[in-house]
């Protein structure tokens, strides 16, 4: 992780996971892994959010949920899809009511693997995101010069 | 004159770990009535059981939800197990229920924290995930996994536990009590938290039979009931058991209830681990033993949140051709509904979390 010019907030929605994930993303916030030493906020409020956690996979009713949260943030931003179900739908890939991964909704950024994807691989993906938001926030001010 | 007006409550909040819709109808403030909306976690992971075979869907069945899902895996291999009459050694009995019994801390811990979270109390929220870890650390040492423990299989246990390690897991939660006493103790005194959290959300006993409530829940309006009392596996090995309850009914009962099993679960595994048998811990049955066409069975057991319901039937092939769980939250559902009833809507987030909803686990 490079330097960033703000600290990033994010925002945690849970797809249909089956919990796993979820837990291990609010454990990464907590004491032992803390990723708010990064100086990252959890936040309810997807127009305070600059990342986006999702965890497990999109169905037919979340899918608009996803979708909408994803609207309402304000660019720049990025998508993280947190374990494997987000990824590509996991071992629910075959079940009726999985639409696939996250990516089916909304374009992902990062992957992060794993079943439950492990903290430390959350804090990565988080990191690589933040990255990615400083380039998407480099770009955007070029385009504003330009026009 | 008030005047109805109807608040959308989820599916994205932020005291929400899971997306549950609800409708609040309320009037001035005050819930008339809670109107919910499921399915956002639907992934009809129940259809897969025909497409795995038995040995197979064990992996799928712990993923119905990631808080207990040790709890679902065992329940479905002790249910494929019944059906096909294995008898499994007493040694992998034990070590199911230790494992689920240290599930079941992790699950109250969680949703300890989870509640003071709700109703502000962050260094709580945070103490509480901080002592969670000792168990997931001996999760990670004896299975290997922190979450996912894929540990159980049908016919036994996937590898053994050793004494030494059974040794060092008591040790380890000798100091996890008394970390835990201390936050459990200044919390339930706390004047603030008992102001929040006495008589809200009151069920009383007749509600609570009426609308068949189970585990934590229920044991909190006085009611007796638990699985663990039927002496299901090796919790028929225990010298003395008997449910906790409470006669408070409300959301500070609920608590008290959840904390006070804590230690319970704690003495339980130290019983166990001191009287663990030397058998074996079994094995996957070879590839002739199938389910008999037509064959069905159930168990039932305690979950951390309450009973919880496991049907399989079997059609002579590997592949299982039903099955079927009722999970605990599916239960208490309608009586989150009805403790919503009248209540002032800053208290809707205690209430939803005293009943500690698993949403993934209802859905599937
Ligand atoms: S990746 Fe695994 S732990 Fe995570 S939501 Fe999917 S099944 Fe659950």
Not at chain 2, 340 to 347: P, S, T
Request: glycine share 8%; hydrophobic share 40%; proline share 5%.
């Amino acid at each position: 992780m490079g330097y960033s010019s703000k600290s990033p907030w994010l925002i945690h929605y849970d797809g249909s996971s089956c919990n796993g994930c979820d837990i291990e993303v609010l454990d990464s916030m907590m004491p032992l892994y803390d990723i708010e030493r990064f100086g990252i906020i959890n936040t309810g409020n997807p127009k305070h959010a600059d990342i986006f956690l999702v965890t497990g996979s999109v169905n037919h009713q979340n899918i608009n949920v996803v979708k909408e949260i994803y609207d309402q943030m304000l660019e720049p931003k990025v998508v993280v899809a947190c374990g494997i179900c987000a990824c590509t739908g996991g071992v629910f890939r075959d079940c009726y009511n999985v639409i696939g991964g996250v990516d089916k909704a909304i374009p992902v950024d990062v992957y992060a693997p794993g079943c439950a994807v492990r903290p430390e691989t959350i804090i990565d993906a988080v990191l690589k995101a933040v990255d990615i938001l400083d380039e998407k926030a480099k770009k955007m001010k070029a385009e504003k010069g330009r026009g | 004159m008030a005047r109805k007006t109807i608040l959308p409550f989820g599916p994205q909040h932020p005291v929400l770990p899971e997306p549950v819709h609800l409708d609040l109808v309320v009037e001035d403030e005050h819930v008339i009535e809670a109107i919910p909306q499921i399915g956002f976690v639907h992934r009809g992971l129940e259809k897969l059981v025909e497409t795995r075979d038995y040995n197979q869907f064990v992996y799928i069945a712990e993923r119905v939800c990631g808080i207990c899902s040790f709890g679902h895996g065992y329940g479905y291999a002790s249910a494929t197990e019944k059906l096909l009459g294995l008898e499994i050694p007493r040694r992998a009995q034990y070590l199911r229920a230790i494992l689920e019994e240290l599930s079941r801390i992790h699950s109250h811990l969680l949703w300890l924290g989870l509640l003071a979270d709700a109703f502000g109390f962050e260094s709580l929220f945070n103490h509480c995930w901080r002592l969670r870890e000792t168990i997931l650390d001996i999760f990670q040492r004896t299975c290997g996994a922190r979450i996912i423990l894929s540990i159980v299989i049908v016919g036994g246990m996937a590898h053994d536990i050793d004494d030494s390690e059974l040794k060092a897991i008591c040790e380890k939660l000798d100091t996890l009590k008394r970390d835990y006493r201390e936050i459990v103790d200044t919390m339930m005194n706390d004047s603030s938290v008992k102001s929040r959290l006495c008589g809200v959300g009151y069920i009383s006993f007749e509600d609570a039979m009426e609308l068949s409530m189970v585990g934590p829940f229920a044991k909190a309006s006085g009611i007796e009931h638990d699985m663990r009392t039927t002496g299901f596996d090796a919790y028929g090995d225990l010298d003395h058991f008997e449910p906790i309850i409470s006669n408070e009914c409300d959301c500070y009962g609920r608590c008290k209830v959840r904390c006070a099993e804590v230690y319970q679960s704690i003495d339980i595994i130290k019983e166990l681990v001191a009287k663990i048998p030397h058998d074996g811990i079994g094995k996957k049955p070879g590839p002739k033993v199938l389910p008999p066409d037509g064959g069905q069975s159930h168990v039932l057991i305690e979950q951390p949140r309450g009973e919880a319901f496991y049907y399989v039937r079997g059609n002579g092939t590997k592949n299982i051709e039903r099955f079927r769980m009722r999970t605990p939250t599916s239960q208490n559902l309608a009586g989150m509904v009805r403790a919503l009833q009248g209540v002032e809507v800053a208290d809707v987030p205690m209430i939803i979390l005293t009943i500690d909803p698993c949403i993934s686990c209802t859905e599937r």
